[in-house]
């Protein structure tokens, strides 16, 4: 459902893997449906309802954030099992909705975080939880690209994106961007984000009625800071984590430097050789660069890909990689963030169901 934007980069998984079949591809332009209707031989519609027949066993939801709750309780309710994009939705009220169903269904219901294919992320879990980095003191996270200029002049020449919606989308760049890095960061750490501290802007998209740049602070249950700065009007990408004995940072998607106090590591993706050197500060481990590209969103082959961990689940009758609820806790950390910059103070984060 939904099958243009990122769904051209992953169609091929559906494609490659021998236990699916796609009987229908729903979108509400029918060019862009029957374009992707010809890769698998399948049936294309603009209507939602085909995802409900009952020959569909899954349903995958790649429509605007507002259109989620409505789709995703539909198709849960209907006893499909569901991978739905992220964010869960534009607001936590219907994120909390689309979890309530799901907490209901005994199908295998999950969130697409495409940044969980890259063996990367699993690697840094794995050397946070053997203490490699020590105490986890600060994270950090740049992600920026220019869609929000370029969305604003198609806007102000009449063609309008759900994107440039503030009712639609949920807010701008933070809330589209950052869910990547605020997850990725709860997950590999097993903290939680306890308070965040927040300012957005809009300085070079007046057509978007969202920010173009976001920029928060998040503290975390043990007292680590976490900074996460996002816009849609510049561009870069870089990931941190800083401990007491070791660091890792990434860059632009390819280049990982690593220092770890602890030794030798290696993983599925980071091989690193350990050593030590000293500074007026003490020993430190030696800093290494390594390459690390990403894999391709529509890679089968790839044992991460979340859309074949999805398939795979629903297929053995197994939960979800990324669950809803997991997802959902990401918009209660993105509420926090939008309140404090509407209201310029801190705000904790509340966990209470809605």
Same mark, same amino acid.
């Given at each position: 459902?939904?099958?243009?934007?990122?769904?051209?980069?992953?169609?091929?998984?559906?494609?490659?893997?021998?236990?699916?079949?796609?009987?229908?591809?729903?979108?509400?332009?029918?060019?862009?449906?029957?374009?992707?209707?010809?890769?698998?031989?399948?049936?294309?519609?603009?209507?939602?309802?085909?995802?409900?027949?009952?020959?569909?066993?899954?349903?995958v939801?790649?429509?605007?954030?507002?259109?989620?709750?409505?789709? %995703?309780?539909?198709?849960? #309710?209907a &006893?499909?099992?569901?991978? /739905?994009?992220?964010?869960?939705? =534009? $607001?936590?009220?219907?994120?909390?909705?689309?979890?309530?169903?799901?907490a209901?269904?005994?199908?295998?219901?999950?969130?697409?975080?495409?940044?969980?294919?890259?063996?990367l992320?699993?690697?840094?879990?794995?050397?946070?939880?053997?203490?490699?980095?020590?105490?986890?003191?600060?994270?950090?996270?740049?992600?920026?690209?220019?869609?929000?200029?370029?969305?604003?002049?198609?806007?102000?020449?009449?063609?309008?994106?759900?994107r440039?919606?503030?009712?639609?989308t949920?807010?701008?760049?933070f809330?589209?961007?950052?869910v990547?890095?605020?997850?990725?960061?709860?997950?590999?750490?097993?903290?939680?984000?306890?308070?965040?501290?927040?300012?957005?802007?809009?300085?070079?998209?007046?057509?978007?009625?969202?920010?173009?740049?976001?920029? %928060?602070?998040?503290?975390? #249950?043990? &007292?680590?800071?976490?900074? /996460?700065?996002?816009?849609?009007? =510049? $561009?870069?990408?870089?990931?941190?984590?800083?401990?007491?004995?070791?660091?890792?940072?990434?860059?632009?998607?390819?280049?990982?430097?690593?220092?770890s106090?602890?030794?030798?590591?290696?993983?599925?993706?980071?091989?690193?050789?350990?050593?030590?050197?000293?500074?007026?500060?003490?020993?430190?481990?030696?800093?290494?660069?390594?390459?690390?590209?990403?894999?391709?969103?529509?890679?089968?082959?790839?044992?991460?890909n979340?859309?074949?961990?999805?398939?795979?689940?629903?297929?053995?009758?197994?939960?979800?990689?990324?669950?809803?609820?997991s997802?959902?806790?990401?918009?209660?950390?993105?509420?926090?963030?939008?309140?404090?910059?509407?209201?310029?103070?801190?705000?904790?984060?509340?966990?209470?169901?809605?």
């Open positions: 459902m939904g099958c243009d934007g990122m769904a051209t980069h992953y169609r091929s998984v559906y494609r490659d893997l021998p236990f699916v079949q796609v009987v229908s591809c729903i979108d509400i332009d029918l060019g862009i449906a029957n374009e992707a209707a010809k890769i698998f031989s399948a049936s294309a519609t603009a209507d939602f309802s085909a995802a409900l027949a009952p020959e569909v066993g899954a349903v939801i790649n429509t605007p954030n507002m259109l989620h709750r409505e789709q %995703a309780v539909a198709a849960i #309710e &006893g499909k099992h569901v991978l /739905l994009q992220k964010p869960v939705a =534009a $607001n936590l009220v219907d994120a909390q909705a689309i979890a309530n169903a799901a209901h269904s005994d199908r295998t219901v999950g969130l697409y975080m495409s940044y969980f294919d890259q063996p992320i699993h690697d840094l879990r794995d050397m946070i939880s053997e203490g490699r980095l020590g105490d986890l003191v600060h994270f950090y996270a740049r992600l920026m690209h220019k869609g929000g200029i370029v969305a604003s002049a198609d806007a102000l020449e009449g063609k309008h994106s759900w440039t919606s503030l009712e639609k949920g807010g701008g760049c809330i589209q961007l950052a990547h890095y605020i997850h990725i960061f709860q997950w590999i750490s097993g903290l939680r984000a306890v308070r965040a501290t927040a300012f957005t802007r809009n300085l070079h998209s007046p057509g978007v009625e969202g920010e173009d740049l976001g920029v %928060a602070i998040l503290e975390m #249950e043990n &007292g680590a800071m976490a900074t /996460l700065d996002t816009s849609w009007c =510049a $561009n870069g990408e870089q990931m941190a984590v800083h401990g007491t004995l070791g660091r890792v940072e990434y860059s632009n998607a390819r280049w990982l430097y690593v220092a106090r602890e030794g030798a590591f290696k993983g599925r993706a980071i091989d690193y050789a350990g050593g030590l050197t000293t500074s007026y500060d003490g020993a430190h481990g030696v800093e290494q660069r390594i390459e690390i590209p990403p894999p391709s969103f529509g890679d089968s082959a790839n044992p991460l979340q859309h074949r961990m999805f398939l795979e689940a629903a297929r053995d009758s197994r939960p979800a990689f990324c669950s809803i609820e997802g959902v806790d990401d918009m209660r950390v993105v509420s926090a963030v939008y309140e404090s910059a509407r209201t310029g103070r801190a705000v904790e984060i509340k966990r209470d169901k809605i």
